[in-house]
T-cell receptor, first 110, second 114 residues
């Protein structure tokens, strides 16, 4: 069955530190892969997406993600976190259906 | 321009009643999606329309749930004989072309079944 797993429910990092949010998926074929962010009181916003080509994808707000087929992973990274990055992050996959992970809540300590 | 709109914003209904939820996508967006978010849960995909057709309806939780889209625009999600476990926020999203394009989410309809 198709599924998306975000193992970390909540992560706390200091401002300026690096960040990696994990995402693993199970899908019959190689799906489209996405990361969305939901800031407090805001709707979901697309950070980046991947289907084919270069496995390292650049997104908005300085985020990047790397697709690793062998690990069925699509982890999100940022070299230096800003206080405004505090939000809920969702990994998602889809082709004819669409699956979101349960999200990772990011807290940034000043 | 206007974003995705959903109506009603809140709906309280008695168990066993039918409810209809409406979604108005962004004008020109060909793809439309319905999700359900229960308390403390992630987004549960329900159905996706490309134009007026849904390639896969297997995400609908039961045969009490149905969805349609007409004219490539407005979509309605109907829940028949509502149950308490149907209580959730129902989110609609639209995207410009295919499932690969960015989804823009509506504010949701909060459904409470008493």
């Amino acid at each position: 069955a198709q599924s998306v797993t975000q193992p970390d429910i909540h992560i706390t990092v200091s401002e300026g530190a690096s960040l990696e949010l994990r995402c693993n998926y199970s899908y019959g074929a190689t799906p489209y892969l996405f990361w969305y962010v939901q800031s407090p009181g805001q709707g979901l916003q697309l950070l980046l997406k991947y289907f084919s080509g270069d496995t390292l994808v650049q997104g908005i707000k300085g985020f990047e993600a790397e697709f690793k087929r062998s690990q069925s992973s699509f982890n999100l990274r940022k070299p230096s976190v800003h206080w405004s990055d505090a939000a809920e992050y969702f990994c998602a996959v889809g082709l004819n259906q669409f699956y979101f992970g349960t999200g990772t809540s990011l807290t940034v300590i000043p | 321009g206007a974003g995705v709109s959903q109506s009603p914003s809140n709906k309280v209904t008695e168990k066993g009643k039918d409810v209809e939820l409406r979604c108005d996508p962004i004008s020109g967006h060909t793809a439309l999606y319905w999700y359900r978010q229960s308390l403390g849960q992630g987004l549960e995909f329900l159905i996706y329309f490309q134009g007026n057709s849904a390639p896969d309806k297997s995400g609908l939780p039961s045969d009490r749930f149905s969805a349609e889209r007409t004219g490539g625009s407005v979509s309605t999600l109907t829940i028949q004989r509502t149950q308490q476990e149907d209580s959730a926020v129902y989110l609609c999203a639209s995207s410009l072309t295919s499932i690969f394009s960015e989804q823009y989410f509506g504010p949701g309809t909060r459904l409470t079944v008493t």
